[in-house]
């Protein structure tokens, strides 16, 4: 089910999900009224594409009730987020180029901990700074349906 799918069934059917989405909608509205993403400075230690990533993830948590930690700490690891839902464990990893396989040692580094972190049972999904500047919505559609 995508967002406007998920919108047009449940919002006014169910008062909980409702207000969770009003939530999120005022959430977006309120970013799109500011401008930018340096006015969303309360979730400091996030990289934009990190920002938006989680602009997108509030409505994950919406749809599903799912539990998503920003900046999560997994063993020695620093996941960008940690999402629990319906029984799922995924870490979502949002790769901008300066810091992400610039390098083999990089490259190397992120197997590395991709392997560790899928040896714990989560399943790891990374993105692009282009992937989710082009279409957020997308790479959390994807997350939403995870297999369990």
Not at 21 to 41: I, K, P
Not at 101 to 123: I, S, V, W
């Amino acid at each position: 089910m995508n967002f406007n799918e998920y919108r047009e069934a449940v919002v006014g059917k169910d008062k909980k999900i409702a207000a969770a989405y009003r939530e999120y909608s005022d959430f977006l509205n309120q970013w799109n009224e500011m401008g930018t993403l340096s006015e969303l400075s309360k979730y400091g230690g996030m990289t934009p594409i990190e920002k938006i990533m989680f602009l997108g993830l509030i409505w994950l948590r919406c749809a599903t009730g799912a539990t998503v930690i920003p900046q999560a700490t997994i063993g020695d690891y620093r996941a960008d987020f940690l999402i629990e839902f319906s029984g799922r464990k995924i870490v979502v990893e949002c790769d901008g180029h300066d810091f992400h396989e610039k390098t083999k040692a990089q490259a190397a580094h992120d197997r590395a901990r991709d392997r560790y972190m899928q040896g714990l049972g989560y399943r790891v999904y990374r993105y692009t700074g282009s992937e989710i500047w082009k279409d957020v919505q997308k790479c959390v559609q994807e997350i939403a349906n995870a297999p369990k």
